[in-house]
C-alpha cells in the first residue's frame, strides 16, 4: 500500500482505496455501476467506430435518456469516453471509448463474467436470509 500522494512508479500520484480522503473513492463509486458498466460494453463492443447517443441507448435496455447523459458524461469527464459534436440541426452526438476505457473495459468484463455466473448463488443467498429473516 502506498502512502496517499506518494507518486507511484512511471504513474504519478498513486490512489490509495484505503484513504478516506483520496478521489479513488468516488472514482469507484462512478464506474461501480451497472450503467457505466453497460455503456463501456456496448462502446467496447463498436470500438473502433463511434456510437451516436439513441444508438446507445437502443442497446442499453432499461436506461434513461438522463440517465445516460449523466453517465455519459461522466465518463467523458473522466478520459473514458471521447465525444465528437458534428455541428448540425440537430447535432449529431457521437461517442467512443478512449485507450484508458478501452482498458477500463477489460477490468470490468471480469467482474460482469463473475457477476453473470454467480448470480444464481447470490439469488439462494437472498432467498435463505429473507427465509431466515421471516422465521427470526
Known amino acids: 500500500m502506498t502512502t496517499p500522494g506518494t507518486p507511484a512508479p512511471g504513474r504519478g500520484v498513486r490512489g490509495d482505496l484505503f484513504d478516506p480522503h483520496c478521489p479513488t473513492r468516488q472514482l469507484l463509486d462512478r464506474i461501480g455501476t451497472k450503467w457505466t458498466s453497460m455503456a463501456v460494453k456496448t462502446l467496447a463492443d463498436a470500438a473502433p467506430d463511434e456510437v451516436r447517443f439513441a444508438e446507445l441507448r437502443r442497446r442499453m435496455p432499461g436506461v434513461s435518456q438522463k440517465m445516460l447523459s449523466v453517465t455519459l458524461r461522466s465518463l467523458t469527464r473522466d478520459g473514458l469516453v471521447a465525444r ?15 485507450g484508458l476505457g478501452l482498458s477500463l473495459e477489460a477490468a470490468l468484463a471480469v467482474l460482469r463474467t463473475w457477476a453473470e455466473e454467480h448470480m444464481a448463488e447470490i439469488e439462494r443467498a ?3 436470509a429473507a427465509q431466515e429473516a421471516d422465521a427470526g
Open 126 to 128: 437472498h432467498e435463505a
Open 84 to 98: 465528437r459534436v458534428e455541428p448540425t440541426v440537430p447535432p449529431r452526438v457521437f461517442y467512443r471509448l478512449t
